[in-house]
């Protein structure tokens, strides 16, 4: 198994994370988890499985926010190239708001982008992987010439930003930073989002909790304190619902969502 990650230019950083790329002539399963991240998933080979649905992914796949986790496998011949989003900047590159795809992943075909249909075909059709990012990159980056929704976009990422510092704010002091009424915040940020706040947070806590494990944290009051859970017990409940399993289940803690891959 290959992978590889690439950062993203300098004008298209604020809203891409990374992209990676996944090339495997093995046969492989992972367990996934909610990464708090929509994500467009290109398959240059055979798409993957989820097993718990017997389905397998599209070959242009746009997936959403989701708060359960899944699986995911290869029957080996696997080649992959996955754009990672910020929270709240896919919408600006898709002009689908990422609500209509929550706790789900559609065929990017599904959507009627003719534009989106034609960047995957010239993906697919290209030579390599290298070669397919630097289209990827292209187009993205002509997407931001368009008019999009600047101000709700700063609104909603200085909330974002507020709830991974400090994932217990409330409803209204995550309102009064985006300046918006708490019921007004609610509608904008599950437009950019894909999820309403309070659930948001959710998946934040839970990310922490993993980064904190990640990291050596062995100790689950410590890491319930520091994560705002109200007590070991909350902290344990939640990890499960996320992740399927207990905390000390996970083999090799990694947290997507708190972690800058290399």
């Known amino acids: 198994m290959n992978l590889r990650v690439v950062m993203p230019c300098a004008e298209l950083s604020p809203f891409v994370r990374y992209y990676w790329v996944l090339k495997s002539r093995e046969k492989f399963s992972i367990h996934t988890f909610p990464i708090g991240c929509p994500q467009i998933i290109f398959h240059r080979r055979s798409p993957l499985l989820i097993p718990e649905l017997s389905v397998s992914q599209d070959k242009f796949t746009i997936s959403g926010q989701v708060n359960f986790p899944a699986h995911i496998a290869s029957a080996g011949d696997t080649e992959m190239i996955v754009a990672v989003f910020y929270p709240h900047t896919i919408g600006v590159f898709i002009d689908t708001p990422p609500s209509a795809f929550y706790n789900s992943e559609i065929s990017g075909f599904d959507i009627g982008n003719k534009n989106l249909n034609g960047l995957s075909t010239r993906i697919f059709n290209s030579e390599n992987t290298h070669q397919s990012i630097k ?64 659930e948001y947070a959710r998946i934040v806590r839970f990310q922490k909790s993993m980064w904190l494990l990640q990291n050596h944290c062995q100790n689950y009051a410590d890491i319930a304190y520091c994560c705002g859970y109200s007590d070991q017990s909350h902290f344990i409940r939640d990890f499960r619902q996320f992740s399927g399993v207990t905390p000390s289940q996970i083999s090799i803690p990694y947290s997507d969502l708190f972690t800058t891959p290399a």
């Not at 510092?165 to 009424?181: F, G, H, R, W, Y």
């Open 135 to 198: 289209i990827l990159e292209s187009w993205l980056f002509s997407k931001l010439k368009y008019q999009y929704d600047t101000l709700n976009l700063k609104r909603i990422g200085a909330t974002v930003n507020s709830i991974m510092k400090n994932p217990v704010l409330q409803v209204n002091e995550l309102a009064d930073i985006a300046c918006l009424s708490p019921k007004q915040f609610g509608r904008v940020f599950n437009s950019l989002v894909g999820m309403m706040p309070k």
